[in-house]
């Protein structure tokens, strides 16, 4: 039996345009993503995520996923990724520099303030 995957969440910078945000989103996935097992329905137009506000049902557990709401990516990850080289080579991608990382069980619905 295989092991659900370890999360980790990007938290975009302020001030991309929607085309930028979805560039970075798509060179963060295809980068650093563990790669769904199964082809997911809900990834379309060419995406390599899915897009929170776009699902009707939750996601499953190895598909990334981008909360437009929140401006995160949430990817699994291999256990044992090393977060801090992760975040070294997420902040050398085009728009990259000003990612931040944080660890997590599931994908941000909201706000550090809420």
Do not use: C
Request: glycine share 4%.
């Amino acid at each position: 039996m295989q092991a659900d995957p370890n999360y980790i969440t990007f938290v975009f910078p302020d001030g991309l345009t929607p085309t930028r945000y979805h560039d970075l989103a798509k060179s963060l996935v295809d980068n650093f993503a563990i790669h769904p097992r199964a082809k997911v329905a809900s990834i379309s137009a060419g995406r390599s995520y899915v897009v929170l506000s776009e699902m009707d049902e939750a996601p499953a557990i190895d598909v990334p996923v981008l909360n437009d709401s929140t401006w995160t990516l949430t990817l699994p990850v291999p256990a044992g990724t090393d977060i801090e080289k992760l975040a070294a080579a997420a902040k050398r991608l085009p728009d990259g520099g000003d990612v931040k990382i944080e660890a997590t069980s599931q994908y941000r619905t909201s706000t550090r303030e809420t």
